[in-house]
């Protein structure tokens, strides 16, 4: 009966906090699906800051000069920090980093399905920052003041971050697009195999979204999938236009009376082939995981028994 009473106060508290806009902390009582919820989309986010470092990783010893290869290296780098704040924010929720890994490495948990599509020029670098993360920050900039607190404060560095990151791409498409014939064709074979799956990345449109209403009710997200990726296109489209590219949909137009781009229809059948798993890269993505996990499984274990000697000292000491 207690417990009871302590769940109809908790419940009413937590309807109070999420109506007034503020914050739901780890030691607050929160309803289960919430919790549950919060939990599939913080991992979701986690594992594809670990999953995206592989298709970038892939072109640091291919960068065109030192300055490109230090620049990389450190978005990479930067990308390995994501996941671990966004894997520490996802065990307040009462679930372990080890758990975590286990279902990404299962296919029990998902991440974005643009990390599954080969990077397959140096372009692709540019284009990522630009038109992925680029996505990812029309996204986060909104997570920024979702309701539960540490999934809210690690998207405030997040952001910082992948600002320069987007930066970064831009600044490689601006040097392609003044260059020679074949660093523009370059560029824009690039940009003609990411822009549809950019577009993918903020989930399938709201009338088959079966998150997105309830995600809204609990103030986890606060604006629709659509609502996102109209921002983003608008957004982008006129800095298409100033690299002097073009866009791959001959849909697209420019609604003069709602101010937005419109564009053609998206391939939601190749969505969810990739998300079910039959992307181009998904097999191996997850394949080269579970072998960096595997081969560094050292790493951890004298961690560990670092750990457990430094504590016996501590102990030696205190006794």
Request: proline fraction near 4%.
């Amino acid at each position: 009966m207690d417990h009871q009473i302590d769940d109809v106060a908790g419940e009413a508290t937590f309807d109070a906090t999420i109506a007034a806009g503020d914050k739901v902390e780890p030691r607050d009582w929160m309803p289960e699906g919430y919790r549950k919820t919060l939990i599939r989309q913080v991992a979701q986010h986690a594992h594809s800051e670990v999953i995206g470092m592989q298709p970038e990783g892939n072109w640091i010893t291919r960068a065109p000069t030192l300055q490109r290869k230090a620049i990389l290296i450190a978005k990479v780098q930067d990308e390995a920090g994501h996941g671990l704040y966004l894997y520490s924010a996802a065990e307040t929720l009462g679930i372990s980093r080890d758990e975590l890994v286990e279902m990404l490495h299962t296919g029990k948990q998902k991440y974005s399905s643009i990390f599954n599509y080969p990077t397959l020029s140096w372009s692709d670098m540019g284009t990522i920052g630009w038109l992925v993360d680029g996505a990812a920050i029309v996204n986060q900039i909104a997570l920024q003041r979702a309701s539960y607190g540490p999934y809210s404060r690690a998207m405030v560095r997040i952001c910082k971050e992948e600002s320069f990151h987007a930066r970064q791409g831009y600044s490689i498409m601006l040097t392609l697009s003044s260059g020679t014939d074949t660093q523009r064709k370059m560029m824009q074979d690039s940009i003609d195999r990411w822009w549809w799956p950019s577009l993918m990345m903020f989930g399938p449109p709201d009338d088959e979204s079966v998150h997105t209403a309830q995600s809204m009710a609990w103030g986890i997200k606060q604006y629709t999938n659509d609502e996102l990726r109209q921002d983003f296109i608008n957004q982008t489209v006129p800095q298409a236009h100033y690299l002097g590219a073009t866009l791959p949909d001959p849909d697209l137009r420019l609604n003069e009376e709602t101010g937005n781009w419109e564009i053609g229809q998206i391939d939601w059948d190749e969505f969810w082939a990739v998300v079910k798993g039959n992307g181009p890269l998904n097999r191996e993505r997850i394949a080269h995981k579970l072998r960096a996990w595997e081969d560094n499984a050292w790493v951890r274990e004298a961690a560990t028994a670092y750990a457990a000697k430094q504590a016996a000292r501590r102990v030696e000491v205190t006794a």
